[in-house]
């Protein structure tokens, strides 16, 4: 029962366009979401978070757009930068639990 | 300010052992969760301990167990390991269990192996 589901694997950008990650859910009951990045051999460091109540966040050059209907979010990185190649992690949170429901991941390059 | 920090950073043991993994929570922060990340797969939430009780476990058998102690650090425990144990664990420590965003600051976790 995947609840988070991020259906792209990877994502591949020039530097300085833009770069949007999808992410869909199942369970409208959720109350955050969040956007983890996640570099080699580190733990996942937290992005920028949306409330269910919320249609979008910005953050710098992040942005997240939460669209309840289509129990869809994306995150939106402009302008990309090399630096951001790493693994971005959709997560999903509700209060009773406690928990952060992960999606699979996707993989984003940024090329020089 | 020290971050969630993890021990040891690579365990290898052989089937049918047992592994203890040891998580230090950032300083103030009463929450631990556990998490399983194995090959190919997202993060899976595993345990949620706060003020030292079991809040919340995910869909994993009883061997797979842990505590929080006094001071807010945490232990998991897998016995009878199985091969499919082998995974990279993750701590992640909360300042509060239903704050706001719950922002969850992870640690670099402990790569399991199970040969």
């Known amino acids: 029962d995947q609840q988070v589901k991020q259906n792209s694997p990877s994502l591949s950008v020039q530097e300085g366009r833009i770069s949007i990650l999808n992410c869909d859910y199942t369970n409208s009951m959720f109350d955050y979401f969040l956007w983890y990045k996640k570099y080699p051999a580190e733990g996942p460091t937290f992005l920028i978070s949306?409330?269910?109540?919320?249609d979008k966040n910005e953050d710098g050059r992040f942005t997240v757009f939460l669209n309840k209907s289509a129990k869809h979010l994306s995150l939106h990185i402009v302008p990309s930068q090399p630096g951001d190649s790493a693994v971005y992690f959709c997560?999903?949170?509700?209060?009773?639990?406690?928990?952060?429901?992960f999606g699979q991941g996707t993989t984003l390059q940024v090329k020089p | 300010e020290a971050g969630v920090t993890q021990s040891p950073t690579h365990l290898i043991k052989t089937r049918g052992q047992q592994a203890t993994l040891r998580c230090s929570p950032i300083?103030?922060?009463?929450?631990v969760y556990w998490y399983q990340q194995a090959l190919g797969l997202g993060l899976q939430f595993l345990l949620w301990y706060d003020e030292g009780e079991e809040r919340n476990r995910g869909n994993f058998p009883p061997r797979f167990s842990g505590r929080q102690f006094p001071n807010y650090s945490s232990e998991l425990n897998v016995n009878a390991l199985e091969l499919e144990d082998s995974a990279l664990y993750l701590c992640?420590?909360?300042?509060?269990?239903?704050?706001?965003?719950?922002?969850?600051?992870f640690g670099p976790g402990t790569r399991l192996t199970v040969l």
């Open positions: 300083s103030g922060h009463t929450s």
């Open positions: 997560a999903a949170f509700h209060y009773n639990t406690g928990k952060l429901i």
């Open positions: 992640a420590s909360s300042l509060v269990p239903s704050g706001n965003h719950n922002e969850q600051f």
């Open positions: 949306i409330s269910s109540i919320k």
